[in-house]
């Protein structure tokens, strides 16, 4: 399976840069698995496709203001964006400097604050701080916008690239799906008998990473940190017993809880998870999904084809952009049912 076979021509006018208004404001494009039927809505509208004994899976994972500037002690400035706290003081970092900081040489960031780099670890420098970290960047941090969103932060951006349920610290990137639902349209979801559980991936600076083989089957993903607690198996449990649905609600919750199901039965799981789904990969667990557009070529945009199935995926991605919905972090959604017979693109005429 080709990497190119993923691509789509994307206008950069359809970049969605900041957020609209109010969250619920954006659009949805509801996609039906089993028939590749598309429905032009409101993201508000999400509640008629929403069933009494449903249960959406969200993702409480909170974004920290990961970017950091400053410079070299013996002179250089650079850019610190933090991919994973490791405890208290340590912190595996990427660097963009002229010259890579070497070990035992310190940093002094912009608006107090020192570091010393201790170790490379391949891409990731690991970095120790002369003081809590999270504290840290809360105070002279930058939020981590994607590198397609080129602006730089603005104050708005720490409520508004937050989910209004986010909750353990630990993110570089927004479950963006998530963005979309407030506090009103929680309730109402909660009102019309649909079940709410959340399971935590601290999302990491990879989930931008471009794809950079030929073959999908030659991709190694990168290495994210998750927790499905045993309240999120039985809450499934249940689910299944009244004849409801599993909701996915973003890829991120559709990683953790196929992650915790790899060998067919969902189990309670903490820790790395390097799943890669892609065409031909069985889901266990989701029947179906909130997202958001995601870029050509990347494994997300894969995930969701092995989901809906490739033609169906690639077609709703076309009509997305003649329709002129709005992409990525800050864009417009889709409602996905699960294609009970996805085909690949080798599989597509």
């Not at 070299?72 to 964006?81: D, Q, T, V, Y």
């Not at 708005?156 to 990137?173: I, K, L, P």
């Amino acid at each position: 399976m080709r990497v190119a076979d993923f691509h789509f021509e994307l206008p950069e006018s359809l970049i969605a840069r900041h957020p609209l208004a109010e969250r619920r404001a954006s659009r949805l494009l509801v996609l039906d698995g089993a028939t590749g039927e598309l429905q032009h809505r409101r993201f508000a509208d999400l509640l008629d496709y929403l069933r009494p004994g449903d249960l959406m899976v969200f993702n409480n994972t909170r974004v920290i203001p990961a970017r950091l500037f400053g410079r070299k002690a013996s002179g250089g400035k650079l850019e610190i964006l933090v991919e994973r706290v490791l405890d208290d003081e340590r912190v595996l970092a990427h660097v963009r400097a002229s010259k890579s900081p070497r070990p035992g040489s310190r940093i002094l960031i912009e608006g107090g604050g020192e570091a010393q780099m201790l170790a490379r670890h391949d891409a990731l420098f690991e970095l120790r701080f002369d003081q809590s970290v999270l504290p840290l960047l809360e105070r002279v941090g930058h939020m981590p916008l994607p590198p397609y969103i080129d602006r730089p932060d603005e104050a708005a951006d720490r409520e508004r690239y937050q989910t209004v349920y986010a909750e353990h610290a630990g993110a570089v990137a927004a479950p963006t799906a998530g963005l979309h639902f407030d506090e009103e349209l929680l309730a109402a979801i909660r009102d019309k008998g649909v079940a709410t559980a959340f399971v935590t991936l601290h999302v990491g600076a990879g989930t931008f990473q471009p794809v950079r083989v030929e073959r999908i089957e030659d991709h190694h993903m990168h290495h994210e940190w998750l927790e499905v607690g045993p309240e999120v198996v039985d809450a499934v449990a249940a689910c299944r017993a009244r004849g409801g649905r599993v909701i996915a609600v973003g890829t991120t919750s559709v990683r953790s809880l196929e992650s915790a199901a790899r060998d067919g039965v969902l189990k309670p799981f903490s820790g790395d998870t390097d799943i890669f789904i892609y065409p031909g990969r069985p889901f266990h667990v989701v029947d179906a999904l909130v997202t958001n557009f995601h870029l050509p070529e990347s494994t997300l945009l894969m995930l969701v084809s092995a989901f809906a199935g490739y033609p169906e995926t690639m077609a709703a991605y076309a009509a997305a952009v003649e329709q002129g919905y709005r992409f990525f972090s800050y864009g417009d959604a889709m409602f996905i049912t699960r294609n009970p017979a996805p085909r690949g693109p080798e599989e597509t005429p």
